[in-house]
């Protein structure tokens, strides 16, 4: 099982490497994490359809993201069901 998962995550990560960063509005309120887990520590809190730009699509579970809000500028994880059907593909 965990063999699928790398696999899928070295296509997504690949398949991604030529794009530029893609906004993406979320669909609920969601922490942005310094970490791919729920254990991190969470760097910003993006309200229901803030604006971010997707710069990775790193895990199953996680994408990149780059978040402005309030004048500063945040790099972190969120995790894909933020965004709904979109940010599972």
């Not at 998962?5 to 296509?11: F, G, K, N, P, S």
């Not at 991190?40 to 809000?69: E, N």
Request: proline share 4%; net charge positive.
């Amino acid at each position: 099982m965990a063999s699928c998962t790398a696999v899928r995550d070295e296509r997504l990560r690949t398949a991604s490497a030529n794009r530029t960063p893609q906004p993406h509005t979320t669909i609920v309120d969601c922490p942005v994490y310094d970490g791919m887990t729920k254990a991190s520590a969470v760097l910003a809190q993006s309200p229901t359809g803030t604006v971010v730009q997707v710069t990775d699509t790193i895990s199953a579970y996680f994408v990149k993201v780059r978040l402005d809000q309030g004048g500063k500028t945040t790099t972190g994880y969120m995790d894909r069901r933020c965004f709904g059907e979109r940010g599972s593909k």
